[in-house]
């Protein structure tokens, strides 16, 4: 998990994720679940994406994910700025809006190379 946060923080790429039980976790209730959809946020949360799940048990419909995952890449925007850091290895972020109803998803950092 952490090398494939590590690989898509360094690539820039947001992941977005959803989550449907398999047949080992898909009895409900078990560390599994928790385990996988704990993984799936993270990455997702790590790399400015965001993770898809409905409780531990599998989503009627795919329909709502697809739609809120629709209206958050219609959202998205290119924010640039200039680091001082001039050191090798990963920095950490932190954006806010001045607005409190404005939620702003982004990667926690960036890697300088």
């Given at each position: ?79 640039t700025?200039?680091s ?30």
């Amino acid at each position: 998990l952490d090398r494939a946060v590590l690989r898509a923080q360094r690539r820039s790429v947001a992941v977005y994720s959803i989550y449907s039980p398999a047949s080992l976790t898909g009895r409900g209730g078990s560390q599994l679940v928790l385990t996988a959809q704990g993984g799936l946020e993270k990455l997702s949360n790590e790399t400015g994406g965001r993770a898809f799940f409905q409780g531990s048990s599998a989503p009627v419909s795919f329909r709502p994910f697809f739609r809120d995952l629709g209206i958050l890449l219609n959202r998205q925007f290119a924010l640039t700025y200039l680091s001082t850091h001039m050191n090798r290895g990963y920095h950490k972020v932190e954006v806010d809006s001045t607005n409190p109803v404005v939620k702003i998803e982004h990667p926690k950092g960036y890697y300088y190379r």
